[in-house]
């Protein structure tokens, strides 16, 4: 039992020791880990969109052509039109967002983790405590660069995206709408072949 223990202890040592070796050495890298609660936020909800908003088109679409009993089925087509839009700016939308998101995160902890390793320095008494990367604080300096850096690099973001919604996003989301159009077509000219040599 002594000799497990002590073998133990050693592999808990060894692992802290390498743990705080890599930390100390890269704590940017480290730290930017803990920044993807905002952009798996952005994930969730473009999903959802992507997933509900599409079946909300259709199902207007499919209401209103049966309470008029419309016959040209004019309605129900500009209701896929819609559904196949609403898919691509989830997507699109998606996409870039979390790339920007991403990006700015961090680079925001970046900046921040190497600026909190300048000794002496004010802004590395307030990440690190103690004005330097101290091992016994090396967690904290590691949770005060992901929270400032995700705080920063979040808020970075919403000014970052408001050109990039029109100078990517808008360009990027016809191309995905052309592509999800031409493959719902094509299904629906195999689905209509079909019916015809069936019939």
């Known amino acids: 039992m002594k000799i497990n223990n002590i073998k133990q202890q050693n592999f808990k040592g060894d ?25 798996g936020q952005k994930v969730v909800m473009s999903a959802a969109e992507a997933t509900v908003g599409p ?12 309470v008029t009993n419309e016959k ?13 839009r609403t898919a691509a700016q989830a997507i699109g939308g998606t996409i870039v967002g979390v790339i920007v998101r991403g990006a700015c995160i961090a680079a925001s902890t970046a900046l921040l983790a190497k ?9 590395a008494d307030l990440m690190c405590n103690s004005g330097k990367i101290d091992p016994k604080n090396i967690y904290q300096f590691q ?9 920063i690099g979040g808020a970075i973001a919403i ?8 100078i990517i996003d808008a360009p990027f989301i016809n191309v995905i709408n052309e ?21």
Not at 159 to 166: A, D, P, S
């Open 115 to 123: 600026a909190g390793q300048k000794a002496g320095t004010k802004f």
């Open 55 to 66: 079946a909300m088109d259709i199902g207007v679409g499919r209401v209103i052509t049966k």
């Open 72 to 84: 040209d089925n004019r309605t129900n087509q500009s209701s896929k039109t819609q559904a196949i």
């Open 15 to 39: 692992v802290y020791n390498s743990v705080t070796k890599f930390v100390t050495k890269h704590p940017a890298a480290c730290a930017a880990l803990a920044g993807s609660s905002v952009i």
């Open 179 to 199: 592509k999800i159009t031409k493959a719902v077509d094509k299904i629906s000219t195999k689905k209509s072949e079909k019916a015809v040599n069936n019939g």
């Open 159 to 166: 000014g970052v995206m408001l050109f990039t919604n029109f």
């Open 143 to 151: 949770e005060n660069a992901s929270k400032w850096g995700k705080s």
